[in-house]
Nanobody, 123 residues
Framework: QVHLVESGGGLVQAGGSLRLSCAASGRTLRLYTVGWFRQAPGKEREFVAA????????EYAGSVKGRFSCSRDNVKNTVYLQMNSLKPEDTAVYFC????????????????WGQGTQVTVSS
Protein backbone atom coordinates (compact mmCIF):
# COMPACT_ATOMS: atom_id res chain seq x y z
CA GLN A 1 0.00 0.00 0.00
CA VAL A 2 1.24 3.45 -0.92
CA HIS A 3 1.18 6.27 1.60
CA LEU A 4 2.26 9.84 1.02
CA VAL A 5 2.64 12.25 3.90
CA GLU A 6 3.16 15.95 3.35
CA SER A 7 4.65 18.25 5.93
CA GLY A 8 6.30 21.64 6.17
CA GLY A 9 3.33 23.89 5.72
CA GLY A 10 2.69 26.85 7.95
CA LEU A 11 2.15 30.57 8.19
CA VAL A 12 4.68 32.83 6.51
CA GLN A 13 4.82 36.46 5.53
CA ALA A 14 4.79 37.49 1.90
CA GLY A 15 8.26 37.22 0.47
CA GLY A 16 9.17 34.38 2.77
CA SER A 17 9.99 30.76 2.04
CA LEU A 18 8.79 27.32 2.99
CA ARG A 19 9.92 23.84 2.06
CA LEU A 20 7.27 21.18 1.80
CA SER A 21 8.14 17.52 2.16
CA CYS A 22 6.39 14.50 0.73
CA ALA A 23 7.51 11.27 2.35
CA ALA A 24 6.47 8.02 0.74
CA SER A 25 6.10 4.43 1.77
CA GLY A 26 5.13 1.56 -0.46
CA ARG A 27 6.46 3.27 -3.58
CA THR A 28 9.96 4.32 -4.57
CA LEU A 29 9.39 7.88 -5.65
CA ARG A 30 12.42 8.11 -7.91
CA LEU A 31 10.74 5.61 -10.23
CA TYR A 32 7.62 7.72 -10.70
CA THR A 33 6.37 11.15 -11.57
CA VAL A 34 5.65 13.21 -8.48
CA GLY A 35 3.28 16.11 -8.74
CA TRP A 36 2.41 18.96 -6.44
CA PHE A 37 -1.05 20.48 -6.47
CA ARG A 38 -2.81 23.05 -4.36
CA GLN A 39 -6.36 23.89 -3.50
CA ALA A 40 -7.57 27.17 -2.09
CA PRO A 41 -10.98 27.48 -0.42
CA GLY A 42 -13.76 27.49 -2.97
CA LYS A 43 -11.42 26.74 -5.84
CA GLU A 44 -10.52 23.74 -7.94
CA ARG A 45 -7.37 21.80 -7.20
CA GLU A 46 -4.67 23.16 -9.45
CA PHE A 47 -1.34 21.97 -10.74
CA VAL A 48 1.76 23.51 -9.19
CA ALA A 49 4.73 21.41 -10.29
CA ALA A 50 5.76 17.92 -11.25
CA UNK A 51 8.97 16.08 -11.86
CA UNK A 52 9.59 12.81 -13.63
CA UNK A 53 12.60 11.50 -11.78
CA UNK A 54 13.70 9.00 -14.43
CA UNK A 55 14.89 11.75 -16.74
CA UNK A 56 14.58 14.87 -14.62
CA UNK A 57 11.89 16.50 -16.74
CA UNK A 58 10.12 19.11 -14.64
CA GLU A 59 7.10 21.26 -15.26
CA TYR A 60 5.94 24.25 -13.26
CA ALA A 61 2.75 26.25 -13.37
CA GLY A 62 3.35 29.69 -14.78
CA SER A 63 2.32 31.28 -11.51
CA VAL A 64 5.17 29.61 -9.59
CA LYS A 65 7.89 29.31 -12.21
CA GLY A 66 11.11 30.84 -10.97
CA ARG A 67 9.93 30.78 -7.37
CA PHE A 68 9.29 27.08 -6.66
CA SER A 69 11.58 24.14 -7.26
CA CYS A 70 11.43 20.36 -6.81
CA SER A 71 14.11 18.21 -5.27
CA ARG A 72 14.41 14.80 -3.67
CA ASP A 73 16.25 12.67 -1.17
CA ASN A 74 16.48 9.12 -2.46
CA VAL A 75 17.65 7.74 0.86
CA LYS A 76 14.63 9.14 2.66
CA ASN A 77 12.30 8.43 -0.29
CA THR A 78 11.12 11.99 0.07
CA VAL A 79 10.56 14.79 -2.38
CA TYR A 80 10.52 18.46 -1.59
CA LEU A 81 8.89 21.58 -2.92
CA GLN A 82 10.97 24.62 -2.14
CA MET A 83 8.78 27.71 -2.25
CA ASN A 84 10.45 31.11 -2.31
CA SER A 85 9.12 34.64 -2.68
CA LEU A 86 5.75 33.51 -1.44
CA LYS A 87 2.70 35.59 -2.20
CA PRO A 88 -0.70 35.75 -0.50
CA GLU A 89 -2.19 34.09 -3.58
CA ASP A 90 -0.07 31.02 -2.86
CA THR A 91 -2.24 30.36 0.18
CA ALA A 92 -3.79 26.90 -0.18
CA VAL A 93 -3.63 23.31 0.95
CA TYR A 94 -0.76 21.68 -0.87
CA PHE A 95 -0.82 18.04 -1.93
CA CYS A 96 1.72 15.69 -3.39
CA UNK A 97 0.71 12.84 -5.65
CA UNK A 98 2.35 10.18 -7.77
CA UNK A 99 1.68 8.52 -11.08
CA UNK A 100 3.45 6.21 -13.47
CA UNK A 101 4.58 7.63 -16.77
CA UNK A 102 4.86 11.15 -18.00
CA UNK A 103 3.97 14.40 -16.29
CA UNK A 104 0.30 15.30 -16.26
CA UNK A 105 -1.27 18.47 -14.96
CA UNK A 106 -4.69 17.01 -14.28
CA UNK A 107 -5.29 15.76 -10.72
CA UNK A 108 -7.33 12.74 -11.83
CA UNK A 109 -4.28 11.41 -13.69
CA UNK A 110 -2.52 10.74 -10.37
CA UNK A 111 -3.24 7.60 -8.45
CA UNK A 112 -1.90 8.21 -4.93
CA TRP A 113 -2.29 11.34 -2.85
CA GLY A 114 -1.17 12.67 0.47
CA GLN A 115 -3.48 14.31 2.96
CA GLY A 116 -2.24 17.83 2.27
CA THR A 117 -0.51 20.53 4.26
CA GLN A 118 -1.76 24.07 4.77
CA VAL A 119 0.29 26.99 3.52
CA THR A 120 -0.84 30.45 4.53
CA VAL A 121 0.92 33.55 3.28
CA SER A 122 0.09 36.80 5.01
CA SER A 123 0.41 40.17 3.32
Amino acid sequence: QVHLVESGGGLVQAGGSLRLSCAASGRTLRLYTVGWFRQAPGKEREFVAAKRWSDGITEYAGSVKGRFSCSRDNVKNTVYLQMNSLKPEDTAVYFCATRSGTIRMIPSEYDYWGQGTQVTVSS
